[in-house]
Structure formats: structure tokens, C-alpha cells
């Protein structure tokens, strides 16, 4: 009974109804963390700036209402209070985060697509409660961050928590993550198209219909119940543009490129912010303090780089600001939002961004209003379109720009400029940076997801490691007897013809020498080698990838390739077979898939020593031993000759569990690194010196 109930419930979490009821979960859990989340920034901000009255107006007006932004209650602050209120909003984030989940620390989103990438989808629990505090106190005390990364972190670990109770494998777990984040995205901004599209575009990175489907679900639901309680409106009131005519989207592609300018240098500024406060020698959880004193310095001059900073956005919009106030925020708002995330604090840069790209569209047009008055449309226009343009060059995700710039205003006449202007500020951003904002901190972790998300694993696998040194190989003038007995004797299908010199001429295929047994008596002396080999015509090198020697076993129609010295084609060094290169490629995608399946059992070999899978396999992570320094993956074969699967590897410096990457083949082992290897108790216990 109990066999049957464990292959019901199996097939119950395989089945379409399952997975629709997961998603839906997720879409409720989402929506409710962020009405809470919203809730939490409007409570804490009344509380910073206006102190016990504050919070009581608030739930006078309403604790659903939108939070707005400080900048009208700055104005009217001593300046001492103004620049001390977001200090102290650093002061009481850093502790929180340092000690109690640094995932929490910054955007929120690298670390999702880390988890998403490497750990399966798995995600402490913990997140949802720290990140949601320390997020909303951010903001809340005036910080200039966004709430998207915040409510994409916080959905995807409620997300990842449901999924881990119901014990989900590695690859519903990642989809189900994607759920949590679209589910966020979507209540928040009232978006649910555009938190669909962020999920798989920015998260998950699979368009495929077994992915799409749940979390278009979670971002539905989680619209609903949002608007619900939120009520069903645009996050911006914009006035009805219009576009002066088609010669008009040229001006739109060039803000386009200031777009992905603006973009580029955003990402840059950020992060050597980031560097500088780590060279400052002051204890981490201090440092958002002092990032938070020097946003209140900012904002003595400029309160409206303080929070999420939707009012001034609007302001740009309908060209309320005048051009050097617009030229003024841009740069001060890039700076505070670096000095609030690089120092430590906690919040997103979907906000910002669209504040850049406000101030950059609102400058470009007035630009354009006073030099070409008769062939420009308004300057907000140029504001709204530049929003969207600034955020495909940050996250080099145009699709999501495009359509959120749509859901947040619901004005789909803006859809052909943004699409023009988004198009090229991501061209451009990509042609200066390789990696977006959020990939940019994981390169900076080791964790290269472009590199790993590579669908065609045959790429990193060469034809060294699969290499048959000892094919069946026969002179010219070997005589057919010689040959059909070496046949018989071995399990080849191709035997490769030799000269004297034992150069190679071509090869024997065993059909041809099974037609030719019932005439071997007649034949055995008159037929020699030379007389049946077909001139070779694929050939292989120790140094072409299996992409390449897959391609060949399709076009050639054969089973077995010879292997020849890259440096003189004649002489042959092996052979390569094609059931191997299958093999090979199963165990790449199980070796990829296990490393991220296996993320729970890893966060807990940081606690024990060996954590044990069942079946005599374990999991470990040990230091590399010193026989393994210098030496790449490829050179060291730890699969064929102990039976051993290196999941992850841990560079030295820095935390532990960030500096974590899925190695591939070429990637050496330096002093001080740790590998994550999975394989027979007894051979890892071997490798580790036990």
C-alpha cells in the first residue's frame, strides 16, 4: 500500500494539474509577500521621517495606499535630521543582513539567478523575512534603491520554499523559483505580462512551454489578488502623446544610444562603488551607514533622490522639471543609488534605472524641443521612452523593458518608440559590457552563467578524453584472410589502412568484409588491404570539441572516425566511437543537472563532512589535494579513473558559498580551492586521502 501511495504521489508532482496547483501557490504567496512588503516601506517611512504621527497618518490614509516618495516631507526636515534618517536606515540594514542572511545584501536578483543556475532553485527560507525588513527599511529610510529586486528575491524564496516542502526535483525547482519571481514583478507594478516575460527572460532563461506555462499562471494569479487589494491602475498617469510621425523614430534611436550610454556607465559606477567600500577598513555591516550619511548629504540639495522616487519620475513625464534640474538628478540619483547598494544596503535598480532613463529622455527632448520645436513631440514622451530604453541597457533584457514600460503607463500607442529606442540601447550596452547589472555580479563572483547555460554541451567536451588509442589497424598489403580474422577477434566497426610508413589511407568498414566471408576461400590470397579500403575522408583531431565530431558521425554515416595527429594528418594517434560521444554527453547533462540538484545536500556539506546520497554514493566537498594544483579537470579524468563527478568547485577568497561555479573541463584547480565531488563512497574517500 505504502509502494503504491509513493507512485501515486510521483506521479501526481509529474502530472500538468500538479504543476498548475504549484503555480498557483506561488502566485498567491507572491502576491501577498508584496501587498506586505508595500505595506512594510509605507509604515517605515512614515516611522523615519515623521516619526509615531507619521505612522499613524498612514494608517489614516490607508496602509494599502502607495508609499510614494519622501522628497515633500525632506523638504521641511532640520538638515541634520535629513542627513542622519537614511544613516541610520544603513546602520540597522547592514547588522541584519551581515548577520543573518548576506544573500539579502544589494539587488536581490544575481542571487536568484545564482540559486536558479547552481543550487537547483534552492533558497533559504530565511530570505523571505530578512529581505523583506531590510529592503523596506532601506527604502523607507530614504534609500535609493527600487523594490523589484526586493519582491523578485522575496517570490522566488517563497517559490523555493514551497517547493523544497514538497520535495520537487532540481528542474521544477528552477521553474517554480521563476514562479515566485513572476508572481512578485506582476503584483508590484501590476504587470503580469511583464512579470512573466522577467522571469523567463532574466531568471529561468528557458522560453520553453513546460516553463512558460506555470509561471504565466503564478503572474496571473498574483495580478488578481494585487489588484484586489491595491486596485486595478497604472503605476504612471501620463499625458496622451503623440508621435510626430515616422521620421520621428531616428530621434528615438539615438536616445536610444545616450540610453544605452547611460546604461553602460550605471552598471560601471555601481560596482567600483562597490570596490571602494570594500577597500574601506571598517567592519561590513558598518558600511551602509555610511553610505546612507552620504545619500543624506545628496539629498540637502536634491531630496529627490531619495526612495523609489516615482514622484519626480512623473515630473519628468509631464515636463514639470527644467532641463538643468533633469541634467542635475541624472547624475546624482546614478551616484546615490551606487553609494546606497555599494556600501551594503538593500534594494533594487529597476527603480532607478527608470529614474535615469526619465531624466535622460526628459533632457533629450527638451534638447529636442528647442532646437527642432516643429518636428518633436513632447519631451515626456522622449521621458517615457528612455525609461524603457535605460532598463534594456542595465539588464540587457529588451522584451521586459518594452512590455513593462507598456503594463506600468497602459498607453500602447508608446510601444513602436520604446521598441526602437530599447533595441538599440541594448545593441550598444551589449557591444560595451558583456554582462548586465545582474550578471555582472556574478562574474565578479566566478559564477559565469553565459558560459554555463550553454545548451550544447558537446562544446566543452574534446576528443582527447574519449579517445580509442588503440584502434584495429592493418597494412595495405594485408591479406584478406588477416583481415577478417582481426575482425572477428575484435568489437570495432571501422578498421583504418596504413601505409609502410604507417601513414593513413583510408578505412574498412566491417559490412564490407562480412559480404565478402563467403568468398574468402577464392579471394584470400588474390584481395589485400589495399584493395577494400574506401580513401579516408573525416578525420579528427586530440583537439576538435565532440560538436564537431557529432556533426561528422551524421554526415559520414559511420560508427567509428579515426583520430589523427593535429600536426601531420597522416599519421593516426586513435579513434573516436560514437556510442562514446553519446555516453559522454548523457554524463555532461547529468553532471550539470546533479550540480544543481544537488544544492541542499551541498549547503549542508558546509556543516558535515560528507553528507551520504544512498546506495554507498556520497557527496563532499574536500580540499584540492596538492597533486590536483595546476592541473585542469580534463588532465586530471577524476569521471574515468576513480568514477568520480565533479559537481562544483569553490575558489579561494571571499564567501565560500559565492565564489561557487559548475567547472567545466578546461577550468584548473588552483591552491586553496574545494571541490564538490559526488561518486562511490570508497573512491571519494580515496581521492580525499582518508
Known amino acids: 500500500m505504502d509502494a503504491r501511495l509513493r507512485k501515486l504521489v510521483s506521479w501526481r508532482r509529474g502530472g500538468h494539474l500538479f504543476t498548475v496547483g504549484v503555480a498557483i501557490a506561488c502566485g498567491l504567496a507572491g502576491a501577498f509577500g508584496a501587498i506586505v512588503f508595500r505595506l512594510l516601506i509605507r509604515l517605515f517611512q512614515g516611522l523615519f521621517f515623521e516619526g509615531a504621527e507619521g505612522v499613524a497618518g498612514v494608517v489614516e490614509e490607508g496602509l494599502l495606499a502607495d508609499a510614494g516618495d519622501p522628497r515633500a516631507v525632506a523638504t521641511e526636515l ?13 546602520l540597522i540594514v547592514g547588522p541584519l543582513v551581515w548577520f543573518l542572511a548576506r544573500e539579502a545584501r544589494g539587488h536581490g536578483v544575481p542571487e536568484v539567478m545564482e540559486a536558479v543556475a547552481l543550487r537547483g532553485g534552492v533558497m533559504r527560507p530565511r530570505i523571505v523575512a530578512v529581505k523583506t525588513l531590510a529592503s523596506a527599511i532601506s527604502i523607507g529610510s530614504g534609500g535609493s534603491v527600487g523594490r523589484e529586486g526586493p519582491i523578485v528575491q522575496i517570490g522566488s524564496a517563497m517559490g523555493s520554499a514551497i517547493g ?19 508572481a512578485g514583478i506582476a503584483a508590484t507594478f501590476n504587470a503580469p505580462i511583464a512579470g512573466a516575460l522577467f522571469a523567463v527572460e532574466v531568471i529561468v532563461g528557458d522560453f520553453a512551454v513546460t516553463q512558460f506555462s506555470p509561471i504565466v499562471i503564478s503572474a496571473v494569479v498574483a495580478t488578481v489578488v494585487s489588484r484586489w487589494f491595491l486596485g486595478n491602475h497604472p503605476a504612471f498617469e501620463v499625458p496622451a502623446y503623440e508621435v510626430g510621425g515616422p521620421f520621428e523614430l531616428l530621434p528615438f534611436m539615438l536616445v536610444g544610444l545616450a540610453a544605452g550610454l547611460v546604461g553602460t556607465l550605471f552598471v560601471r559606477v555601481l560596482y567600483r562603488c562597490e570596490d571602494l567600500f570594500g577597500l574601506l577598513p571598517l567592519p561590513e555591516w558598518s558600511k551602509a551607514a555610511l553610505g546612507g550619511l552620504l545619500v543624506g548629504v545628496i539629498a540637502l540639495w ?41 556600501s551594503g544596503g538593500s534594494g533594487g535598480v529597476f527603480a532607478p534605472s527608470l529614474f535615469l532613463g526619465a531624466m535622460t529622455g526628459g533632457l533629450f527632448g527638451q534638447c529636442m524641443n528647442l532646437w527642432f520645436p516643429d518636428f518633436s513631440s513632447d519631451a515626456g514622451l522622449y521621458a517615457l521612452v528612455t525609461m524603457g ?64 547555460d550553454d545548451p550544447n554541451v558537446l562544446k566543452n567536451l574534446y576528443v582527447r578524453e574519449i579517445l580509442d588509442p588503440e584502434p584495429v589497424v592493418v597494412r595495405a598489403s594485408e591479406p584478406l584472410e588477416e583481415i577478417i580474422t582481426r575482425m572477428v577477434d575484435g568489437e570495432h566497426t571501422e578498421l583504418f589502412v596504413v601505409d609502410e610508413a ?61 583520430v589523427v595527429d593535429r600536426d601531420d594528418e597522416r599519421r593516426l594517434v586513435g579513434s573516436v566511437h560514437k556510442r ?6 548523457s554524463q555532461e547533462v547529468l553532471r550539470r543537472d546533479l550540480a544543481g540538484g544537488v544544492g541542499g545536500s551541498v549547503a549542508v556539506v558546509d556543516r558535515v563532512h560528507q553528507v551520504d546520497l544512498g546506495g554507498g554514493f556520497v557527496v563532499q566537498e574536500l580540499l584540492a589535494p596538492a597533486a590536483f594544483i595546476g592541473q585542469s579537470l580534463r588532465d586530471l579524468d577524476l569521471r574515468a579513473r576513480h568514477g568520480v563527478q565533479v559537481l562544483l568547485l569553490r575558489s579561494e577568497g571571499g564567501d565560500r558559498r559565492r565564489s561557487v561555479r559548475v567547472p567545466g573541463p ?25
Open 164 to 182: 523544497q516542502a514538497l520535495s520537487l526535483p532540481a528542474r521544477q525547482l528552477r521553474t517554480i523559483v521563476g514562479c515566485g519571481a513572476a
Open 580 to 585: 562514446d560521444v553519446i555516453a559522454s554527453y
Open 302 to 342: 536634491f531630496p529627490h533622490v531619495l526612495g523609489v522616487g516615482y514622484s519626480t519620475i512623473s515630473d519628468a513625464l509631464t515636463g514639470a522639471l527644467p532641463i538643468t534640474m533633469l541634467a542635475l538628478l541624472l547624475g546624482f540619483k546614478l551616484l546615490a543609488t551606487s553609494l546606497t547598494i555599494g
Open 78 to 90: 532640520a538638515w541634520w535630521k535629513l542627513v542622519l534618517i537614511p544613516a541610520l536606515g544603513g
Open 666 to 690: 578546461g577550468d584548473q584547480v588552483a591552491a586553496g580551492d574545494k571541490l564538490v565531488v559526488a561518486g562511490p563512497k570508497r573512491a571519494v574517500d580515496e581521492i580525499s586521502g582518508r
Open 389 to 452: 530604453a535605460v532598463v534594456a541597457a542595465t539588464t540587457h533584457a529588451p522584451l521586459s523593458a518594452i512590455i513593462i514600460i507598456f503594463e506600468l503607463t497602459q498607453k500602447i500607442d508608446v510601444i513602436p518608440p520604446v521598441m526602437a529606442a530599447s533595441v538599440v540601447s541594448s545593441l550598444l550596452a551589449m557591444r560595451l559590457a558583456r554582462n548586465s547589472i545582474y550578471t555582472t555580479k556574478l562574474v565578479r563572483r566566478g559564477v559565469d552563467l553565459k558560459r554555463e
Open 502 to 562: 604507417g601513414f593513413l589511407l583510408g578505412a574498412i568498414r566491417v559490412p564490407v568484409l562480412i559480404r565478402m566471408i563467403y568468398e574468402r576461400e577464392p579471394l584470400r590470397t588474390l584481395v589485400v588491404a589495399s584493395d577494400l579500403f574506401t580513401p579516408r575522408r573525416a578525420v579528427l583531431t586530440l583537439d576538435d570539441d565532440l560538436d564537431l565530431a557529432m556533426q561528422l558521425f551524421s554526415n559520414e554515416d559511420v560508427d567509428e572516425i579515426p
